[in-house]
């Protein structure tokens, strides 16, 4: 059974940092790339970053290029997202999603087959 499980949302001011943290388990974690997204209320769920199976390849929404930061390590079955510079439009529930191995359609929410719980992230102006 696989699981995704986030951790490390919270509050923080404006101008903060939070690294959001996603743990799987019950896939081979290397062949999948992994994807974080998120949903503020009343809107739809985007991509927010997105990485290929080994690292290799990294896909960033122009709404967070520069400030966010995506990583993994699949010795530990892990995907991190360091966020900086946090925004009060960057608040919402994040979410990180599994699909097997892509290069490319990173925003296809469609595409993903696994996804956590999702942790929330509130950004006071």
């Known amino acids: 059974q696989v699981q995704l499980v986030e951790s490390g949302g919270g509050l923080v001011q404006a101008g903060g940092s939070l690294r959001l943290s996603c743990a799987a388990s019950?896939?081979?974690?290397?062949?999948?790339?992994m994807g974080w997204f998120r949903q503020a209320p009343g809107k739809e769920r985007e991509i927010v970053a997105g990485i290929s199976g080994r690292g290799g390849y990294i896909y960033y929404s122009d709404s967070v290029k520069g400030r966010f930061t995506i990583s993994r390590d699949n010795a530990k079955n892990t995907v991190y997202l360091q966020m900086n510079s946090l925004r009060p439009e960057d608040a919402a529930v994040y979410y990180c999603?599994?699909?097997?191995?892509?290069?490319?359609?990173?925003?296809?929410?469609?595409?993903?087959?696994?996804w956590g719980q999702g942790t929330q992230v509130t950004v006071s102006s």
């Open positions: 019950g896939l081979t974690f290397s062949s999948y790339a």
């Open positions: 999603a599994a699909r097997p191995n892509s290069y490319s359609d990173y925003p296809n929410s469609r595409a993903y087959q696994y």
